[in-house]
T-cell receptor
Framework: DQQVKQNSPSLSVQEGRISILNCDYT??????FLWYKKYPAEGPTFLIS?????DKNEDGRFTVFLNKSAKHLSLHIVPSQPGDSAVYFC???????????FGKGTLLTVNP | GAGVSQSPSNKVTEKGKDVELRCDPI?????LYWYRQRLGQGLEFLIY????????KSGLPSDRFSAERTGESVSTLTIQRTQQEDSAVYLC?????????????FGPGTRLTVT
């Protein structure tokens, strides 16, 4: 029973264009959502997060949107750069111990 | 400052042997987490430490898995009588519980291969 789903295993985008990565969740108890970026042979790196009391959070080229009624969030990267090529994981937490529940990841490739 | 470190980076072991994986969290981080990532899967929660106690062990897949943490520093994850399905990347993360973003900092992982 996957509580966090990333339905697109891969996404290919041209440099300079927008990348949109999607994530759906099923557990209504989740109240915090995070995006991590992972390069091969490295641990995941925190990118951006959003609390369930907000619907948008922006940090430079990265914006996360949360639609609670649809239990859906998305990460927008604009403009996309070749260095953004990595696996992106959506994660969610709820409760006092902050453990994260992860999706399976989306491999983003940004072509020069 | 130093990030989360893990050792060894790679471990190949024969089925049935015991293995010990080590995690050094960021200094001062009171919370420590173990996750694993099997091929093609997302990260799977194993265990959470707050200080040296483990209030949530719900992700440990069987009683062959155990973990301990000394003080608010090093943690070891032990897998006894390893099986081929234990092959995965084991990741450790730490966080400051005073952080408002629940940002967890991950180490590079230990790739475990059971032959």
């Amino acid at each position: 029973d996957q509580q966090v789903k990333q339905n697109s295993p891969s996404l290919s985008v041209q440099e300079g264009r927008i990348s949109i990565l999607n994530c759906d969740y099923t557990n209504s108890m989740f109240d915090y959502f995070l995006w991590y970026k992972k390069y091969p042979a490295e641990g995941p790196t925190f990118l951006i997060s959003i609390s369930s009391i907000k619907d948008k959070n922006e940090d430079g080229r990265f914006t996360v949107f949360l639609n609670k009624s649809a239990k859906h969030l998305s990460l927008h990267i604009v403009p996309s750069q070749p260095g953004d090529s990595a696996v992106y994981f959506c994660a969610a937490s709820g409760g006092s111990n902050y453990k994260l529940t992860f999706g399976k990841g989306t491999l983003l490739t940004v072509n020069p | 400052g130093a990030g989360v470190s893990q050792s060894p980076s790679n471990k190949v072991t024969e089925k049935g042997k015991d293995v010990e994986l080590r995690c050094d969290p960021i200094s001062g981080h009171t919370a420590l987490y173990w996750y694993r990532q099997r091929l093609g899967q997302g990260l799977e929660f194993l265990i959470y430490f707050q200080g040296n106690s483990a209030p949530d062990k719900s992700g440990l897949p069987s009683d062959r898995f155990s973990a301990e943490r000394t003080g608010e520093s090093v943690s070891t994850l032990t897998i006894q009588r390893t099986q081929q399905e234990d092959s995965a990347v084991y990741l450790c993360a730490s966080s400051s519980q005073s952080a408002t973003t629940n940002e967890q900092y991950f180490g590079p992982g230990t790739r475990l291969t059971v032959t």
